[in-house]
């Protein structure tokens, strides 16, 4: 059995710095975007050094680097909606979308018919095209601002300033005034979202390409797309070797973080990390109508059985971060598979399977979250060995991990599902108690049974 003893690694976390953590964790957008690892960091590397060439003050700089850096924090806001519209996986759409030039009706129209509704009959495709062709600007704004509302909601959150926040919200407006959400024009647009989605594209045709291919491109779209002063600044970099290999993945995130300057690195503390948590928390839930809350209260019922357990107030706030963040590898499950009404298919499992595991990545991450992302990451494991992503069994699973999927699991039962509603909680328990000893822990089931009453659940 588990001991409940409060382990050693709880006591490890002192401070972080702010950068790190959130460059860390904005791997988990990047996922969400269909991005490869490190998009985030690397259009932060470009856009700093836009930001440098500019000659921009210390202060400017900070804003800038987080107004890059947190630039998809909306990402997860239009996901469910995306496949809603279009039928298809929203990841790949978020990706192949960052290829085309939006302005240019035959590459839309083109990307439309790529992209919809592939595996549905001749004519629903058709009816899914028709209403994309009809409704076209005004989806794309809805679309584009639940994103960068939500995006700039969420740097607020986080308690950056209103040029970090407006810099996000603003992020697909376009220099000659066609962008989105609301058409804003030239210097209209503030310069951090200018330089922001340049940076954006720049990776993009890097990445799938060369740097030649990204600079043709940023040429290509001057004037129209981008402030053609920036453009010309980063014409400048091509022969700047350090420039191009700063994008390399190899020692990314410590490179870019020693781009924010010095002296306004912000160091967090442990009321701080809560709140991080609790934010990303809710990126991961606003994903999917399904998961909407899911987070929080799996944390909150991780708590109360803990409490019931006896766990230390130290070692019960670190569980709830840890619950908190659990499911943070949904971010990179497409929603064609996370709302969908049907049974899902052997590969589509794999996907949802992949989540744990892209848990436990993203958060090792963190300096300070090593053995939360251990435990946090395997919250499908069972006692009896038939669970995932590792098939851990019995002494293997420790106690923390128990208590996340007692609690993960109440709520998954208890809420709603694409392909039913949700089971009454009597019901549940029922459920859950015939799981005692093959998937669950005897004494995290008989702590959520007695803390029950406490939540006021319907
Ligand atoms: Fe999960
Ligand atoms: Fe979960």
Redo the contacts with the bound molecule.
């Keep these: 059995m588990a001991s409940s003893a409060q382990p050693e690694y709880i006591e490890t976390f002192a401070s972080a710095s702010l950068v790190q953590i959130i460059g860390a964790i904005s791997f988990a957008l990047d996922l969400t975007e269909g991005q490869p690892a490190g998009h985030a960091l690397r259009c932060t590397w470009i856009g700093m050094h836009i930001g440098q060439a500019l000659g921009l003050s210390e202060t400017n700089l900070v804003d800038l680097y987080y107004t890059i850096l947190l630039k998809d924090a909306g990402c997860s806001s239009n996901a469910a909606r995306l496949w809603e519209l279009y039928g298809e996986d929203d990841r790949l759409i978020k990706k192949d979308f960052k290829t085309i030039d939006s302005q240019n009706v035959l590459q839309l129209a083109r990307f439309i018919f790529q992209h919809t509704g592939n595996n549905e009959h001749l004519l629903d495709k058709m009816h899914r095209i028709l209403n994309l062709g009809r409704q076209g600007e005004a989806l794309a704004t809805e679309l584009i601002q639940t994103r960068c509302e939500r995006g700039a909601d969420i740097a607020r959150q986080l308690g950056f300033n209103q040029t970090v926040s407006t810099g996000i919200q603003y992020l697909d407006e376009h220099w000659n005034g066609k962008g989105h959400p609301v058409g804003l024009k030239g210097k209209a647009i503030p310069l951090f979202s200018r330089i922001a989605l340049l940076s954006q594209v720049i990776d993009v045709f890097h990445q799938t390409g060369s740097r030649h291919a990204a600079l043709h491109e940023i040429r290509q779209r001057s004037g129209h797309w981008f402030d053609p002063e920036l453009v010309t600044i980063v014409q400048r970099f091509v022969d700047d070797e350090p420039f191009w290999q700063g994008l390399a993945q190899n020692g990314l995130e410590a490179r870019v973080s020693a781009l924010c300057p010095d002296s306004n690195h912000i160091m967090i503390d442990e009321t701080k990390l809560d709140h991080i948590a609790e934010v990303f928390a809710s990126i991961v839930d606003i994903k999917s109508p399904y ?1 909407h809350d ?2 929080r209260r ?1 944390s909150q019922y991780a708590d109360g059985i803990a409490e019931e357990l006896q766990l230390s107030a130290t070692h019960r706030r670190w569980l709830r971060r840890g619950a908190l963040l ?2 943070v590898g ?1 971010l990179g499950v497409s929603n064609h598979i996370l709302d969908k009404p049907g049974k899902l298919d052997e590969d589509e499992w794999e996907a949802v399977r992949r989540h744990a595991t892209f848990t436990t990545e993203i958060l090792q991450r963190i300096f300070h979250f090593q053995e939360m992302a251990i435990i946090a990451g395997a ?1 499908h494991e069972r006692l009896d060995g038939k669970g995932y992503p590792l098939q851990l069994q019995d002494e293997q699973i420790t106690l923390e991990t128990r208590i996340i999927t007692t609690a ?1 699991i109440f ?2 039962i208890t809420a709603a599902r694409p392909y039913r509603g949700p089971i009454p909680i009597p019901q549940a328990i029922d459920i859950m108690q015939k799981e005692v000893g093959t998937a669950l822990d005897e004494r995290c089931m008989t702590a959520l049974c007695k803390r029950l009453p406490s939540w006021n659940l319907s």
């Design positions: 998961t899911h987070s799996v659990h499911d949904k919250h993960d709520d998954a």
